[in-house]
Nanobody, 126 residues
Framework: VQLQACGGGLVQAGGSLRLSCVAS????????MGWFRQAPGKEREFVAA????????LYADSVKGRFTISRDNAKNTVWLEMNSLKPEDTAVYSC????????????????????WGQGTQVTVSS
């Protein structure tokens, strides 16, 4: 399985970006997907996750109400719509795939994911 993330870039505070992550292989539709981010000098942190069928989502408190995760299993794609961006959202954003069960506690944990994309840089200027 390979994950290819794109859509990052430079945007002013208050702006929007939409990240995409396309998965190869045949396990996407049965996998839970997550977005994580890592800012310089900081640990990777959870941003959002979506259950395999799309009916459940989970967000970090810092992005709740501003970011939306969604997926289309027919296209093997998961998106992260980011609105009202803030300078503190600046980071490398990566998508990840978890083939095991959904658990709100577990999907926040970077160690619970089986496969990672290469990341895409998001920079928010003030």
């Amino acid at each position: 399985v390979q994950l290819q993330a794109c859509g990052g870039g430079l945007v002013q505070a208050g702006g929007s970006l939409r990240l995409s992550c396309v998965a190869s292989g045949h396990t996407f539709s049965s996998s839970n997907m997550g977005w994580f981010r890592q800012a310089p000098g900081k640990e990777r942190e959870f941003v959002a996750a979506i259950v395999w069928g799309g009916g459940l989502t989970l967000y970090a408190d810092s992005v709740k109400g501003r970011f939306t995760i969604s997926r289309d299993n027919a296209k093997n794609t998961v998106w992260l719509e980011m609105n009202s961006l803030k300078p503190e959202d600046t980071a490398v954003y990566s998508c990840a795939q978890r083939t095991s069960f959904w658990s709100p506690a577990i999907v926040r944990d970077t160690r619970s994911y089986d496969c990672w994309g290469q990341g895409t840089q998001v920079t928010v200027s003030s």
